[in-house]
C-alpha cells in the first residue's frame, strides 16, 4: 500500500526537479586546508578499558541473579500461599492508604533530586579534568 498520497508525489516532484536545476559552485583548491586549520589538531580518542570494578560488579550481579534463582527453587510449595497472602495484604493496606505514597513520593523525589545532584557534581568532575571549567 503507498503511504504517499499523489499530491504529496506532486510536491515532493517539484522539490526533487527545482535541487537539481540549482547550479552547484565550484570547491576552492584550499578548502580543505582552511578547514583543517580552523579544526585543529584532532585529541586522540581514549580507548577502551576493563577494569577490575567491570568484572567485580558483572560478577556481583550474576551471583544475586543465582542466588534468587536458587532460592526460588528451594521454597517449599506452601511459601507461594504465603507470599500471596502477603501480597494481598500489601494491596489493601498499603496501596489503598494515602500516607505511604507520600513516603512514596517524598523518596522518588529524593532520588531523583539525587541522581540530577550526582549527575552535577560528574559533569562538574569531568570538565575541570579537561580543563574546561
Not at 515532493?12 to 527545482?18: A, E, K, L, M, N
Given at each position: ?15 526533487d526537479?527545482?535541487l ?26 581514549p ?10 560488579l ?26 500471596r497472602?502477603e501480597?494481598?495484604y ?18 522518588a523525589?529524593?532520588g ?22
Amino acid at each position: 500500500m503507498n503511504q504517499w498520497a499523489e499530491d504529496e508525489w506532486d510536491a515532493f516532484r517539484i522539490v526533487d526537479d527545482s535541487l537539481r536545476a540549482i547550479e552547484l559552485e565550484e570547491v576552492p583548491p584550499n578548502f580543505t586546508v582552511s578547514v583543517m586549520e580552523r579544526v585543529g589538531v584532532l585529541s586522540p580518542l581514549p580507548y577502551f578499558r576493563l577494569k577490575w570494578i567491570d568484572l567485580f560488579l558483572g560478577g556481583f550481579a550474576a551471583a544475586m541473579l543465582g542466588i534468587v534463582i536458587l532460592v526460588g527453587l528451594t521454597l517449599p510449595p506452601y511459601f507461594d500461599l504465603t507470599i500471596r497472602q502477603e501480597m494481598a495484604y500489601w494491596f489493601h493496606r498499603v496501596l489503598l492508604d494515602p500516607a505511604p505514597w507520600i513516603l512514596w513520593f517524598a523518596a522518588a523525589l529524593m532520588g531523583v533530586m539525587g541522581g540530577v545532584f550526582g549527575m552535577a557534581l560528574l559533569y562538574r568532575t569531568l570538565a575541570h579534568q579537561s580543563g574546561n571549567s
